[in-house]
C-alpha cells in the first residue's frame, strides 16, 4: 500500500539535521515519491510553499535550527496540504490546533513515517 500510495506523490521534506533529511530523501525516493526539498529551515520551507510547487504531503521538523515551524505547518494547513509532525519533544509542545496531525518522536522507524504520511 506504501508503495502505491507514495508513487510519483510530491513529498515535502522540512528537515534541518542534514544526514536525518537524507535519510527521510533516500527513503522515500525508494518508495518512489518525488521529494520536494528538502529545506532546512522556516523562511525556506514558507517559500517553497508559498511558491505553489506541487506538494502532496510534507514531513516536518518542529525545530528549525531553532526556530518553530508553527508557521509553516499553519501555511500547509491552509492550503489542505496533509503533514506530520517529526520532533524529540514532547506532545504538549505543540499547539492545540494541530491535535489532530500525526507527531512521531526521533528517531523515525521508517515505516511508521511511511505509513503516517499514507493515512495523514
Known amino acids: 500500500m506504501t508503495e502505491s500510495f507514495l508513487?510519483?506523490?510530491n513529498v515535502l521534506v522540512?528537515?534541518?539535521e542534514y544526514l536525518v533529511a537524507m535519510d527521510l530523501h533516500d527513503k522515500l525516493r525508494n518508495h518512489g515519491a518525488i521529494v520536494v526539498g528538502p529545506v532546512g529551515r522556516l523562511d525556506e520551507a514558507l517559500a517553497v510553499i508559498e511558491a505553489g510547487t506541487t506538494i502532496d504531503s510534507a514531513i516536518l521538523d518542529i525545530n528549525l535550527g531553532g526556530q518553530a515551524?508553527?508557521?509553516a505547518a499553519d501555511l500547509l494547513q491552509q492550503?489542505?496540504?496533509p503533514f506530520v509532525f517529526t520532533t524529540g519533544y514532547d506532545d504538549s509542545a505543540i499547539p492545540a490546533r494541530f491535535?489532530?496531525?500525526v507527531s512521531l518522536k526521533?528517531?523515525?522507524e521508517a515505516r511508521k513515517l511511511l505509513?503516517?504520511?499514507v493515512n495523514a
Open 99 to 101: 491535535h489532530d496531525v
Open 69 to 71: 515551524a508553527y508557521p
Open 14 to 16: 522540512i528537515e534541518d
Open 79 to 81: 492550503r489542505n496540504i
Open 7 to 9: 508513487q510519483n506523490h
Open 115 to 117: 505509513q503516517a504520511l
Open 106 to 108: 526521533k528517531p523515525v
